[in-house]
């Protein structure tokens, strides 16, 4: 099999950093072939695709030594699409792309409503960009790279900031892609269900950056069992296991496994009656004059843990912007410690409340990863020992402690992920606000951050967090508000909603695995009828 591009003995290492990102990587890539490039946060997985692009050095300055072999005719799909679209309406950008290409004009419309049909978006030409939901944005961010007909598509965690559903569905798209051999996918992703079924090849990296494993999906799993683990890859909840095979046998590893994970949400259904903390009274929230969330009416407890679902643009980042006085609602009431949000200085409510963008950038004012997560102590006007022993402490437990003189800009985007939280941690504030605050993570990352949160929660910190990660949802909140066409379509124990199939169906919501197979198995469902969850797995 002929080569395509690769790398040999290739180290990149950005200005400002003290050690090399990635070392010594020698890589081959072929035709047709679809790959998937997995490793902790931070370990140089982006900047792999950004030189095998051409991105590094042509638009962002590294230092770089080794050899790099690149193809003319790639595309890149980012995790925001948004960040690739320079039109207002879907005809446009897609003719944009088409330009590029110089195909004549009039056979542009034909050529677009091809590439729509590709990735399964079906909108008129004319719609505006800004009124898709994410999902459709990806998918319209896609047909605008295939419209330029790479020989290589690289992928940089196209999913992370998705719905489940958006996610099953783009992840459908690329393997359609995939199986037509007409281009080669590279994919960095975390979360490997859903797309190590159709791979080829798996490359593993270390935290250092070095190439640990490249093999076959099942012989990486097998063979590299204790690189993943170390490393902190998710491992795949059903690869290499078939679903039929699963539910077909009661006494397959896996099926018990299931049943027991099941049984023990049941068990824990129960909530707990709690003090009041803030209060939601018919309040309605827009996001570009549009009304999104309608007489909406909550209240949250004081050490709860709140899940905020919904498909992409149901307004959950709009409401937590709004619950934490960052942007104004339509109308109703907000109280916070029975006082209405209004009436609260902005000094004194911050102090009390904290808040994780789902942009981490956004959050950044200092020079460096140090100042930044020290900065809410030094406000606080804390003693100096005090704040060093906190801050180093926290940058230690995120992995950030040797990048604490870096600027927090020139950080991984997983790396930057996990200081935005940091710096919401020095404090005990009595409410923290978090939008999607694992998407990116590593698995143990992930872990390392919700075990402190936790600790918050039991502490009596209220957490109130916007995801799409269900098996997190399930496992840690108390109660799960969902999200759908503008009103609270439920608000109760993460349980009760995952396990009543007719709730779920026409969601963006995909249950974790053990509701999906207690209902195909149908073992004490609270419900009966057709199975519509089991079509996911």
Known sequence: MSSL???????????????????????????GETVLIVGPSGCGKSTLLAVLAGIIPEHQEAKMKGEVTRKNRVGILFQDPDTQFCMQHVDDEIAFSLENKRVPKEEMTAKIKE?????????????????????MKQRLALACVLAMEPEVLFLDEPTAQLDPVSRREIFAVLKQISERKKQTLIMVEH????????????????????????????????????VIEEAGIWSPELYPYDWDEIINDSHHPLSKQ????????????????????????????????????????????????????????????????????????????ILFKELELKNWKESQ????????????????ITQTVYEETAFSGEQQKWHKEMIETKTLALLEEFGLLQHKDVNPFNLSFGQKRRLSVATMLLLNQDILFLDEPTFGQDKRTTEKLLKMLKNRQEQGTTIVMATHDMNLVDQYSDRVLFF????????????????????????????????????AVKEELPNGGQSVLSVSY
């Not at 409510?349 to 956004?362: A, D, K, T």
């Not at 759908?484 to 995909?510: C, M, R, V």
């Open 5 to 31: 591009l690769g790398c040999k003995n290739l180290s990149v290492q950005f200005y400002g950093q003290n050690q090399p990102v990635l070392k010594n990587i020698t890589l081959q890539f072929h035709p």
């Open 115 to 135: 590439l729509l049909k590709i990735v399964g978006l079906e909108v008129e030409l004319d719609t505006r960009i800004d009124a898709l939901s994410g999902g």
């Open 191 to 226: 979360v490997l269900d859903g797309c190590i079924e159709w791979a080829d090849r798996i490359i593993l990296l270390n935290k250092e950056g070095k190439v640990m494993g490249d093999a076959d999906p099942n012989s990486a799993l097998c063979e590299f069992e204790s």
């Open 258 to 333: 299931l049943k027991e994970r099941y049984r023990q949400r049941k068990a824990n259904k129960v909530q707990v009656e709690r003090s009041t903390l803030l209060e939601v009274q018919n309040l309605s929230v827009s996001y570009e004059s549009k009304e999104i969330l309608h007489n909406l009416n909550f209240r949250f407890g004081k050490g709860e843990w709140i899940s905020i679902i919904g498909k992409n643009g149901s307004g959950k980042s709009s409401l937590l912007k709004v619950l934490a006085k960052l942007k104004r609602r339509n109308k109703g009431n």
């Open 349 to 364: 409510l911050y102090q009390h409340i904290g808040f994780v963008f789902q942009n981490p950038e956004w959050q950044f």
């Open 484 to 519: 759908k066409e503008g009103a609270l379509a439920f608000d109760g124990h993460p349980f009760l909603l995952f396990s009543n199939p007719q709730q779920l169906n026409e969601t963006a919501i995909i249950p974790p695995l053990h509701y999906a197979y207690i209902e």
